[in-house]
């Protein structure tokens, strides 16, 4: 080995290969997908599209992305009693999920924010053109692209999704007075959620409304607009009762959730912890989108059923969505608490929900095909030709080769398995990648990135 061949291979820099050196990425781009994306970006995207919506770089030119300063500044501000096994994970993940209202709700599943903008840039999606997902969850697609000035639509079969949703993207422009009024009668406001449904404990049922006294009797109201879809109707007024009452009731069943997993503090203590979380991330927004004068685009979250989407044909320009993974996730047992608060029947959705319908798994199974078979050919018509639909799935071929008896080297991955339906309803596949799942715990370990062509 001629040591005069390793200093030519040092001096030859990787990313300055890749990239001219005007362009300069963000802090901890650790994944090779992640480079993968950041490559087709600075491939696609003009300069000045790059500093307004890329998701990878810190700067271009000089210029400070629009990414790098909604990121950069403190951390989500974390509870003093939190783990520091979940302190290090948000500080990793900091410019990937720490960022804009994305962090209000611990969803199951949830999207990197950052790789769905990433995704959304080499989709070709531009402001003002309008984004679906069919299977929002927790909302993820129509947070960012209400920060990258697309519209979107985004719908999900539980209310419960639709209501955080809906509450996350209030949370980006909301007047937050109110909100920080309450954190200083936490207890108070505590007790008024507790009350509501009586103590914090899965399956309860909703108990009659009871008025009450003190700082939460001006929110009474809004109490009735929490599940209702259209909020048009209201006055400027009766909204931001609304939004706040939200907001609020968005931290209370968070901090539920938190204290069915953990007993590190007493929920009351929980309660107060989110609720500052939550104020400190929609400040912190609200200050970078007030300062960056970005105006927040259209965004409309509905209860509806992606088997059956409620939208003209050739109507969107871009898809993105994740399937539910019937075998590792039921998100009707995991919501079941927040679900039976806002007085849904979680056993009459399980039929509407893909992947919970059916006893035995193999059953399931096929259900869920046929389910998925429904959805791909409901996202091919509402899709304008050569718009992309982008699906984000988990494969976990041990426990599908459980499902079905067979042995997992058998088993045909999810992946293939949508690729091809796709292919039956004019959906081509032009690109597949694929990315580890690095969440805190995950029985899936990789996960695939199709983009498919509508023809
Ligand atoms: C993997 S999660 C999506 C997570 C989302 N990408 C996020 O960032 O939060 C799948 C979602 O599909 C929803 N779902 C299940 N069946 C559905 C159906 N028939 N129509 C619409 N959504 C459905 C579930 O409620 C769940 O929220």
């Known amino acids: 080995m001629n040591p005069h061949n390793i200093v030519v291979a040092f001096n030859q820099d990787l990313f300055e290969k890749l990239f001219p050196a005007k362009y300069k990425l963000i802090p901890n781009l650790n994944d090779l997908y992640e480079l993968e994306l950041a490559f087709y970006e600075q491939q696609i995207l003009s300069d000045s599209a790059l500093v307004r919506n890329g998701a990878y770089f810190a700067s271009v030119g000089g210029k400070f992305t629009r990414h790098f300063l909604i990121c950069t500044g403190k951390s989500l501000k974390l509870p003093e009693h939190s783990s520091s096994r979940l302190k290090s994970f948000f500080e990793k993940n900091f410019f990937r999920t720490g960022y804009g209202t994305h962090g209000l709700f611990p969803y199951r599943g949830k999207f990197h924010p950052q790789m769905i903008k990433g995704l959304m840039n080499i989709m070709g999606l531009k402001p003002g053109d309008t984004v679906l997902d069919p299977m929002m969850g927790s909302g993820t697609v129509l947070v ?56 914090p404990v899965v399956g309860i049922k909703i108990r009659g409304k009871k008025t009450p006294n003190g700082a939460m009797s001006v929110m009474e109201p809004a109490a009735e607009y929490v599940t209702k879809a259209d909020r048009t109707q209201l006055t400027k007024k009766q909204k931001e009762t609304s939004d706040t009452y939200n907001f609020l009731l968005l931290a209370y069943l968070d901090s539920v959730g938190y204290s069915e997993r953990s007993s590190r503090k007493p929920p009351i203590e929980q309660f107060k912890a989110i609720l500052e979380r939550y104020l400190f991330v929609a400040e912190k927004i609200q200050k970078v989108l007030n300062g960056t004068q970005l105006v927040v685009s259209q965004a409309r979250a509905m209860e509806a059923d992606a088997r059956d989407i409620p939208l003209e044909s050739k109507t969107v320009d871009g898809i ?70 982008t699906i984000i799935v988990g494969t976990n071929n041990n426990q599908l080769g459980k499902a079905l008896g067979v042995n997992p080297e058998e088993v045909k991955g999810i992946h293939e398995i949508l690729i091809q339906m796709g292919e039956k309803h004019g959906l081509k596949l032009i690109k597949m990648m694929s990315r580890p799942i690095t969440g805190i715990s995950n029985t899936m370990r990789l996960e695939y990135i199709l983009m498919l062509q509508r023809n």
């Open 320 to 389: 993105i969505f994740s399937p539910p993974y019937s075998f590792a996730i039921d998100y009707l047992d995991n919501d079941a608490f927040h679900l039976n608060y806002l007085g849904v029947e979680t056993e009459s959705l399980r039929n509407s929900m893909i992947g919970l319908r059916g006893k035995k798994l193999s059953e399931k199974f096929e259900l869920y095909q046929e389910d998925m078979e429904r959805v791909l050919s409901e996202c091919a018509r509402v899709l304008r030709p050569e718009r992309i639909c």
């Open 144 to 199: 960012e692209a209400s920060l990258m000035g697309i519209r979107s639509i985004g719908m999900d079969a539980s209310p419960f999704c639709r209501f955080m949703t809906q509450t996350k993207l209030d949370a980006l422009t909301m007047s937050l007075n109110r909100a920080r009024n309450a954190l200083n009668n936490y207890e108070e406001v505590f007790d008024y959620f507790a009350k509501r449904v009586g103590k």
